[in-house]
């Protein structure tokens, strides 16, 4: 079991490993007030497949927590389920005593920690996330909130969580698909600040894929804590935060040209790493077999990827939209090696469009095709 700090003013562990669960219930009567109620806050999906160890802990500690269902998947992270959730809760009695617990993926943290966030002005919440994005990524920071029909994530607040608890056991349920999309950001984190996580992720991809206990809880440890030291040094995301965009310049305006409809988000981040490294090297920024790296690694760890299917023309296009580019000018954290970046704002276009349009290329050669995978 490892517990990793986020120092902000107010602290918060992260514990993670297998049968990390355990503690939940602990934390939860350390945070739940005299007379306050305990409410867990999850999907139908998520409860058939993680209530158990979650009830077992809570029951332990003497917890009655009532559970308050939200539909799964990205549409339903709207106003509309967070209000229908306050509703529900004020429905039920909860005052400002009141504890959440938010057991799911990203889509399920996200608008339950905005919920916990606006309701009464704020009531505690801790986060059970139960995807490998979430466990590494949405899970820590306090960043909430739910799209609105203009936008992903338009609408939110800062809310920390008491604590994290990442129970490794629960992932053995995810999708395939889901949880190798996940690595990704583990990856990332690699790249942009840990060369030791990114070796160990490259030398032990098969283990990873398997989802074998001892790399799995190492990658998941070492990108949480790098999450948790961005976000401890940039709680509000003025600056050091935006190197978690490594990869997501590219990545979201593959997301977001495809209309969120063909890519996981961690397979379009997975090549908008591999294009970023690649426009590195064009810029002079990285040696090329570094850039050669981190694309083995990546394709190592995810493939097989949907290939990019879309041209390059709207994808800038989407790049150049996006409101983390102010003024159509585009903004790239760029590695100088593994383990390092930095932010570059307005490289040479044509250097962005030959590494997009080369990593599209890669896409559809058969590279990414998860037959002829290179270490
Ligand atoms: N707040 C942040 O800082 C932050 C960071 C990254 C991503 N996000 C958000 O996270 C969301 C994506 O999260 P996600 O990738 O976890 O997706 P998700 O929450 O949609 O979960 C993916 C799917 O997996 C299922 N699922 C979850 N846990 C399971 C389990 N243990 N076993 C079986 N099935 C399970 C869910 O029912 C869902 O269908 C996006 O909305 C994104 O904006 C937020
Ligand atoms: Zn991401």
Request: aromatic content about 4%; overall charge positive; proline content about 6%.
């Amino acid at each position: 079991m490892h517990s990793v700090q986020v120092q902000l003013a107010e602290p918060y562990p992260i514990v993670i490993g297998h049968g990390a669960m355990a503690r939940v219930g602990g934390l939860a009567r350390r945070h739940l007030r005299a007379g306050g109620q305990a409410f867990v806050i999850t999907s139908p999906t998520v409860r058939r497949h993680c209530w158990a160890p979650l009830a077992t802990s809570l029951q332990r500690a003497g917890i009655a927590a009532r559970v308050v269902l939200m539909p799964d998947g990205e549409p339903a992270k709207t106003m509309a389920t967070a209000t229908r959730l306050a509703e529900e809760l004020a429905r039920a009695g909860a005052d400002r005593g009141a504890l959440i617990v938010a057991l799911g993926g990203g889509v399920v943290g996200d608008v339950a920690g905005f919920v916990a966030a606006i309701y009464m002005r704020g009531v505690p919440i801790l986060q059970a996330p139960t995807t490998v994005v979430a466990m590494l990524d949405s899970a820590i920071g306090g960043k909430t909130g739910v799209n609105l029909r203009a936008g992903k994530n338009l609408a939110g607040a800062f809310h920390q969580p008491r604590a994290v608890i990442a129970d490794l056991d629960l992932l053995a349920s995810l999708p395939d698909r889901q949880y190798r999309s996940g690595l990704a950001e583990a990856l990332k984190c690699g790249v942009i600040a840990d060369a030791r996580l990114f070796r160990r992720m490259q030398r032990e991809a098969a283990e990873l894929r398997r989802r074998a206990p001892g790399p799995l809880e190492a990658a998941v440890t070492g990108a949480a804590a790098i999450k948790a030291r961005v976000v401890a040094a940039d709680e509000r995301e003025g600056g050091l935060r935006r190197i978690l965009n490594f990869g997501h310049t590219l990545g979201h305006a593959l997301e977001s040209a495809t209309r969120y409809r063909y890519f996981l988000h961690g397979e379009a981040v997975g090549w908008g790493m591999i294009a970023a490294a690649r426009l590195a090297a064009k810029c002079g920024l990285l040696p090329g077999a570094e850039a050669e790296r981190i694309e083995h690694a990546t394709l190592a760890l995810l493939a097989p990827l949907p290939p990019i299917r879309v041209a390059a023309a709207p994808v800038l296009r989407h790049a150049r939209r996006d409101k983390k580019n102010a003024g159509g000018v585009l903004h790239f954290v760029l590695p100088t090696g593994i383990g390092r970046v930095e932010v570059l704002a307005g490289p040479p276009p044509e250097a962005v469009r030959e590494a997009l349009e080369e990593t599209m290329a890669l896409s559809r050669s058969g590279a990414a095709s998860g037959r002829s995978r290179r270490r």
